[in-house]
C-alpha cells in the first residue's frame, strides 16, 4: 500500500529530480528535447503515486497484485524507453562518424595532393601547418556555448 | 572501356608497415599503368609513410573502422577520382599480383560488375583451418541459396568491381556492406557477380587479425546482417555523378 510516508518521500525525489533536470537544461547540459521525456517521466510516476485511484485501477486492469509492482513496472518500462532511445542515437552517431572519417580522410588525401603540386611548383614555401589541434579545440569550445 | 580502362588497386592496411611497401612494389611492377591507393585504416605503425614511400596514394582514416570500411573508404576515392575498376588487394601479401588481369578482363570484357577471386573454386594448396572453413561454407552456401548463383568463398578479399558496384559501396552506407552479406545487397541490385579461382599465399609478417572472440560473434552477425538485408528494399545503382 501507499502510505502517506511513502507518498511524502515521492513527492521530494521528484521535486529534487525535477530541479536538477531544470538545472541541466538551464546549464545546457541536456538538450530541452531530452529534458521534456525527463520531466514527464517524473511528472507521471507522481501522479502515480498522489492520485491512489488512478494507481489502483492501473493496478487491477494489468493483473498485478501489489500496487508497488505497478509503480516499479512504469520506472523500469521509462528507463527501458530511453535506453532504446539512447541505443538509436549511438547507432545514428556511429553512422555519421564513419562517414565524418572517411570524409576527413580523404579530404586529408587531398591536401597531400595538392601540397605536393604546390611544394613542386615553387620551393622554399613548404607550406606551414596551421594546427589543426588548436583550431579544433577552440571550435569545440564555440560548440559548448 | 576495353584497354584503357582506369584502374585504381585498393588496399586496406592496419598496422601492416612490415608488409605493406613490399606489396605496393609487387603491384606497381606487375601493373605500372595502374595507380595504387593504400588506406590506413588508423594504424599507429609506420603503415603511411612506407606505403607512400613505395609509391603508393595514401588516405589515412584518423582512427581504425575495420577492414571493410577502409576498402569502401578506397572506394570513395575510386567513385570520386572517376576509376573504371577498382581492385581489393591484402597488404599482407597474401594475394598475387600477377592474377590482377584476370580479376580485370571479366568487367571490361564480359560486363560483370563484381569479380571474386575463391580460394576454393580450383583446389591450389591453400589450407584453411577446420572451424574457419566451417564458417565459411556457411556463409558460402547461404550466399549461394539467397543470389540463386554458386559462390564458394565469400571471405576473399581479392576482387575487382566495375563502376556500378564502385557507386553502390561508394554511396550505401550501410554497415551491412562486408562481406557476403555485401555480396548479396550487389546481387540483388541486379549487378553481376563472376567467381574465379585465385592462389592465396602464406602471409609474409605479422598475424592475422581476426580475433577469437570475433571469429565466435561472426556467423551471429552474418545471419542476422542477411536477415536484415532480406527483410529491406532492394537498394539500386545510384547514377550520376560523386
Not at chain 2, 590506413?40 to 595514401?58: K, L, N, P, Q, Y
Not at chain 2, 602471409?203 to 545471419?223: H, L
Request: glycine share 8%; proline share 3%; with cysteine.
Amino acid at each position: 500500500m501507499i502510505t502517506p510516508r511513502v507518498e511524502r518521500f515521492a513527492i521530494v525525489i521528484s521535486i529534487l529530480l525535477i530541479l536538477v533536470v531544470l538545472d541541466m537544461v538551464r546549464r545546457r547540459r541536456l538538450r530541452e528535447r531530452y529534458s521534456l521525456v525527463w520531466l514527464f517521466a517524473v511528472v507521471a510516476m507522481t501522479a502515480l503515486v498522489v492520485w491512489e485511484r488512478l494507481l489502483l485501477s492501473i493496478t487491477s486492469l494489468i493483473g498485478a497484485t501489489d500496487p508497488s509492482s505497478t509503480l516499479f513496472l512504469f520506472g523500469i518500462l521509462f528507463a527501458l524507453m530511453i535506453l532504446l532511445h539512447l541505443s538509436n542515437k549511438v547507432s545514428d552517431f556511429s553512422t555519421q562518424l564513419r562517414i565524418l572519417a572517411k570524409e576527413v580522410a580523404m579530404l586529408n588525401a587531398q591536401l597531400f595532393e595538392v601540397r605536393r603540386g604546390q611544394s613542386t611548383r615553387q620551393e622554399g614555401n613548404p607550406g606551414k601547418d596551421a594546427g589543426p589541434g588548436s583550431e579544433r579545440s577552440k571550435e569545440a569550445k564555440e560548440g559548448r556555448q | 572501356m576495353t584497354r584503357d580502362s582506369r584502374i585504381l588497386i585498393v588496399i586496406p592496411a592496419y598496422n601492416e608497415a612490415s608488409n605493406v611497401g613490399k606489396v605496393v612494389e609487387e603491384v606497381k611492377k606487375e601493373a605500372p599503368s595502374v595507380d595504387v591507393v593504400v588506406v590506413d585504416d588508423g594504424s599507429v605503425d609506420a603503415t603511411a609513410d612506407v606505403a607512400r614511400r613505395a609509391g603508393a596514394i595514401v588516405v589515412k582514416l584518423p582512427f581504425n573502422l575495420g577492414m571493410f570500411e577502409a576498402v569502401r573508404t578506397g572506394f570513395v576515392y575510386a567513385d570520386r577520382k572517376n576509376y573504371d575498376i577498382a581492385i581489393q588487394v591484402d597488404a599482407d601479401g597474401q594475394h598475387v599480383p600477377s592474377e590482377i588481369g584476370a580479376l580485370v578482363s571479366p568487367v571490361t570484357e564480359e560486363g560483370f560488375d563484381i569479380v571474386v577471386g575463391s580460394r576454393y573454386l580450383e583446389s591450389r594448396g591453400y589450407k584453411t583451418p577446420f572451424f574457419r572453413k566451417c564458417g565459411i561454407r556457411l556463409f558460402a552456401s547461404l550466399t549461394s541459396l539467397v543470389l540463386g548463383q554458386k559462390i564458394t568463398d565469400t571471405t576473399c578479399g581479392f576482387r575487382s568491381y566495375g563502376r556500378r558496384a564502385i557507386r553502390m559501396f561508394a554511396r550505401y552506407d550501410s554497415a551491412e556492406f562486408r562481406d557476403s552479406v555485401g555480396l548479396v545487397i550487389l546481387g540483388r541490385a541486379g549487378l553481376r557477380i563472376k567467381e574465379i579461382p585465385v592462389t592465396v599465399r602464406e602471409r609474409i609478417g605479422g598475424r592475422s587479425t581476426i580475433s577469437i572472440i570475433k571469429a565466435f560473434i561472426y556467423p551471429f552477425d552474418f545471419v542476422l546482417s542477411l536477415v536484415a538485408v532480406l527483410a529491406r528494399k532492394r537498394l539500386t545503382v545510384p547514377g550520376g555523378e560523386a
